[in-house]
Each structure stands twice: as C-alpha cells, then as structure tokens.
C-alpha cells in the first residue's frame, strides 16, 4: 500500500516487561483483524531492549527506541511516565508531516473496525475513571487555579486522544509539562490516596490540564468519552466503540484475571465478538497466527 494512503498514525510506548510484549500482542491483533491495518501504522516508541522483540518483519509496525524516563532520577520507578513523556520530543516530531492523524494510546487496549474508516474532524477523547468524586474535582481546580490554568470544568478527559497529528503532539508536549508540575506539587504535599487526589495518576491529571488549558483546541468542539470503553462492558460493539480498553477491574473482562488463568475454562469457540467485553476476551485468547490467517493479513 502506498505510504500516502497510511494517514493515521497509532502511537505508544512499549517498555522492557512480559506484561507488555503481552499488551502489544493485544493491539496489534485488534489492528490486524479490526482492518485498521489498511490506512494506519502502528508506531511503537519502545525501550532499546525491546526493539528487537517487537515485529520486524512488518512495514506497519514502526519501532523507535527510547531509555525509558523511569528509569533513572525524579521519575525513577513510576513506569506510567513513559507511555507520555517517551513518545513526546524529536524523535516522534517528523510524525507531523508523516501522518495526518494521530492516536496516542496505551498498549492494552483492542482496537474495533470501527476505527478503520474513523477520522473526525475534531479531537476525540476518553472516558477516565480517575476523577469521579469532589474531593479529585475540588484538587484539581485548585491547583489549576494556583498554576494560572482556567479549568473548564471538563473531568475525566481520559487517557488516550486522536486528533490532527501536530494537534497530538502539542498536546503530548503540555502533557509532559504537567506531569513535572504535578510531581513537583506531590512530592511537596505528599502522595494522597487513590480514589482520591492521588499521585499514580499523575499522568491522567496532566492530560486534562492540557485539554483544559487549551480549551478551545481540545474540549471546545470535540467529541468526549469517546476513546478508553472500558473492557468490562457487557453492551454490543456499536458505531461509537472504536477502543477499547482493558482497564483495573475485578468484572469480565478483566486482564489481570485473564493473566492468572481465571478465564481458562471458556472456550474462544463460544465468544460473542459483537460484545464488547468478549471481543476483547477473543482478541487475547486467540492466537496471533489465527487472527492473522482469518484476515488473510500479507505479513
């Protein structure tokens, strides 16, 4: 397929771990027999150790290496930082002119071929569940108000966005600047409590001050909790079900039950791929060679 033809860029971080060569095998199943794969690549910012882990032999996995930023100094240990701040700088700035669109997404998610043909004319966002009670709300403007951000109000912005490339990777670049704020202001005044204002979502918080600080690229004419479907969803795969994804639950489909076998005893044979939960059930059960034969995928 031609390059021009590829106008979506798919973006994220793979780092050195089982658990998220595992995760890339999940999107790049669901890209593979979702049909993405016609007119997007898959651009994976990776640890260097990860590189040669990662398909090699397929033109639309695009591997960069990056050190990740937990790795060492402020930010030693608090992994989540580098699925932000690791796809953002020179090294993913060519993106702009490469790809008209852009998703910044995390690894464990199931895209759906809803997405195959899906590119909006405004930014789309997700649907986060880490700003779901006054005490997060209250917090969050605060500290907006004491850093000269209007917050519009607009919580729970989500985890991943699609919108025009350079409009992504602006967004990445605010994001990254308010995760050193945020740091900054826990290490100060202590690390709160989840599901309270809490310092391990820090990245999460970061996204919805750069939404909100810039309200009229991002939250004015958008399409909001959209993205990030969670992937305990018993529902149908509708129009709107363009990604899921595999979030911390105790509910079906649940990837951490799914990792310590619970799952097992259920045939892939009697999945409902049309239910959200169970697609993303089928997509991580089934093998990469059954999803690839079925879609007759060339590589």
């Not at 040669?52 to 639309?60: I, V």
């Not at 490469?98 to 649907?127: E, I, S």
């Not at 004491?146 to 605010?174: D, N």
Request: contains cysteine.
């Amino acid at each position: 397929m031609p390059a021009h033809e590829k106008d979506l860029g798919i973006l994220l971080y793979i780092d050195d771990h089982p658990s998220m060569y595992e995760e890339f095998g999940w999107i790049y199943k669901s890209w593979i027999h979702s049909g993405v794969w016609r007119r997007s690549d898959l651009i994976v910012v990776c640890h260097p150790k990860a590189y040669d882990r990662l398909p090699g032999d397929d033109p639309g996995v695009i591997k960069i290496a990056a050190e990740p930023i937990s790795r060492e100094g402020r930010w030693k240990g608090y992994h989540f930082i580098n699925s932000i701040a690791c796809v953002s700088g020179p090294h993913t700035a060519h993106l702009a002119g490469q790809y008209k669109w852009l998703l910044r997404t995390d690894a464990d998610v199931f895209l759906t071929r809803h997405l195959a043909g899906f590119r909006p004319n405004f930014p789309v966002l997700g649907r986060g569940r880490y700003a779901e009670n006054q005490e997060v709300w209250d917090k969050m403007t605060a500290f907006c108000e004491a850093h000269g951000v209007a917050h519009q109000r607009s919580f729970g912005c989500g985890s991943s966005i699609l919108a025009e490339s350079s409009l992504v990777l602006f967004f990445l670049e605010r994001q990254t600047y308010w995760c050193e704020r945020l740091l900054e202001h826990f290490d100060a005044h202590g690390e709160g409590r989840w599901p309270g204002w809490f310092k391990g979502v820090i990245t999460l918080y970061a996204g919805e001050i750069a939404a909100n600080e810039n309200h009229n690229a991002f939250l004015r004419y958008s399409y909001q909790r959209i993205l990030d479907l969670e992937s305990y969803v018993v529902g149908h795969i509708d129009e709107f079900t363009l990604h899921i994804h595999a979030i911390h639950t105790d509910d079906y489909f649940s990837k951490s039950k799914f990792r310590h076998g619970d799952y097992e005893h259920i045939a892939t044979a009697s999945l409902d791929t049309s239910k959200v939960n169970q697609y993303a059930h089928w997509i991580a059960a089934t093998p990469l060679g059954d999803i690839k034969s079925a879609a007759e995928y060339p590589y």
